[in-house]
């Protein structure tokens, strides 16, 4: 049972001799009687939340699942699998849960809301916000310890939220600097091999994958394949592997890469309509840069290999990391979370995400004295984009273009230049220039000017260009080639990154 008063929460699932007596009496009431999802009303400020369901609280968005799963048919403090079902229902209607109530911490609920609140472990814990795999917010999760625990830890947790109806996208999808990544993987299993046995086909079930299947769940045993599996789509792999009751479509994990919505490559159609925020087309794309996404990837955030540790600031489309092996301190990349190949053919809300990453790197650093150099190999076989930011002493900006026209001239060609504004116009002018038939270089240097050059198909052009003149600018040609120049994880890199994460607070467009 949960009672609520404002924002505190209260869980408990033993009610004690007495509550028979008290809730069969309120079930009984005349204004709980019918299809009740905001709870059978005890007296004020104190409810019944029975099964599941979802009401609005001082204008926020609740969901709960009370109780232990039972097929006995009791009815305190149990809920059934329909309760399962029709809470399943409600993560296919639009809007944000703020909170989701639960006795167990179930896992295959957790992309429910932006808090998670549980009691089932009987402590209280509190765990750092986490990225969601297919929404913009976070999620904090908070487990609560019993009423009258004798260790005498939290069984009531006071928070303060703004209804996600009243805020803007931005707010939405800001990520709090100690967020980590989504932390479920794979579904919990029992430690009792009989019990495992027993419910092998709720554990099934109770994955994530239901959550776009719910009409089909009686039928997902019989192999009907016709659904997605929203793992698979959004991640390249599934732990199920064959044994997935979903289909595992190649071509969908690609249009999902181009941002097209799930919704609409599972049903044809997605409610949300214009409010979503991907694309309800099929994108056309090269499948040669697509073809090579996997889990190997270095750079994607849903990859087993990525380096989160160098991660420092995470957006709704791309985020920010330090490079692995830095030319200098503070040399940072810009990269899609998406698995893309290129920004230059990146969706337009990326574009404008990383525009504001440009712009508070280049804030961040003239505070330090210092200007800031990006460039990007836009190389046609890539699998992976990353868009390099290189802070250079302020006195050392004017001498940038020359010597990188002193390289070009040296291997043979001439840059084209482009006058830009640092703005997202800048930008359009330069994607202008990719028609994604050929490879191309391409620097923007302190003061607006963008030095490019289209790499003809056989032309020899150095995979570091960009790294290799910088390093002879600063004199640090040891360094021209990142892996000369590769730091401890524990004692440099980690610590590198939380003080550059401390120092670039005040300026991250996330915060």
Not at 276 to 297: A, V, Y
Not at 430 to 459: C, M, W
């Amino acid at each position: 049972m949960y009672t609520s008063l404002k924002s505190s929460l209260q869980t408990k699932t033993d009610y004690g001799a007495g509550a028979v007596k008290v809730l069969s009496a309120a079930a009984k009431e005349s204004g709980n009687l019918g299809f009740k999802m905001d709870g059978l009303k005890i007296r004020d400020n104190l409810f019944w939340l029975k099964g599941s369901g979802k009401f609005s609280l001082h204008g926020l968005s609740v969901a709960y699942l009370s109780g232990r799963k039972s097929s006995s048919g009791q009815i305190y403090g149990t809920y059934s699998q329909d309760d399962v079902d029709a809470l399943r229902a409600l993560a296919e209607e639009p809007g944000i849960i703020d909170i989701f109530l639960t006795y167990p911490s179930l896992h295959s609920f957790a992309l429910f809301g932006r808090y998670h609140v549980a009691g089932a472990k009987g402590v209280y814990y509190a765990r750092e916000p986490y990225m969601n795999a297919d929404a913009a917010h976070v999620t904090r999760f908070i487990g609560l310890a019993a009423v009258g625990n004798a260790s005498k830890q939290k069984f009531i947790h006071a928070i303060s939220p703004t209804p996600a109806s009243t805020m803007s996208s931005t707010e939405i999808s800001t990520k709090p600097p100690n967020t980590t990544l989504f932390p479920y993987t794979f579904v919990e299993r029992p430690a009792n091999a009989h019990e495992a046995e027993k419910r092998s086909a709720d554990v099934a079930n109770d994955s994530q994958y239901w959550r776009y299947d719910v009409s089909k769940r009686q039928k997902v045993g019989g192999g009907d394949g016709a659904k997605l599996c929203f793992k698979f789509v959004s991640s390249g792999s599934c732990p199920q592997g064959e044994k997935c009751f979903f289909r595992h479509d190649m071509d969908a994990r690609e249009q999902s890469l181009r941002g097209v919505c799930f919704d609409f490559l599972n049903k044809g159609k997605c409610e949300r309509g214009e409010n979503c925020n991907f694309k309800h087309s099929l994108q056309e794309g090269d499948r040669r840069t697509n073809s090579s996404r996997s889990k190997e990837c270095w750079f994607c955030l849903s990859s087993p290999n990525v380096e989160s540790h160098l991660i420092t600031s995470v957006g709704e489309n791309c985020y920010c990391a330090l490079a692995k092996g830095p030319l200098v301190q503070d040399h940072m990349l810009i990269l899609p979370i998406e698995h893309l190949p290129n920004t230059l053919s990146s969706p337009p809300e990326f574009e404008i995400e990383l525009v504001k990453f440009q712009n508070s790197l280049e804030a961040y650093f003239k505070s330090h004295k210092k200007e800031v150099v990006f460039f990007e190999w836009v190389y046609l076989k890539a699998t992976h984009a990353n868009l390099q930011a290189i802070p250079i002493p302020s006195n050392r900006a004017s001498a940038v273009k020359s010597i990188f026209n002193l390289a070009a001239e040296k291997l043979g060609f001439k840059f084209m230049e482009m006058k830009s504004d640092g703005s997202l116009e800048g930008r359009k002018l330069l994607r202008a220039q990719f028609d994604g038939k050929f490879s191309l270089f391409y620097v923007e240097l302190p003061g607006g000017t963008i030095l490019l050059h289209a790499v003809e198909e056989n032309e020899k052009f150095p995979v570091q260009f960009g790294r290799e003149v910088l390093a002879g600018l600063l004199n640090m040609a040891d360094r021209a080639d990142w892996r000369n120049f590769k730091l401890d994880k524990e004692e440099e890199e980690i610590k590198m990154v939380e003080r550059f994460k401390s120092s670039f607070q005040e300026y991250d467009p996330n915060q």
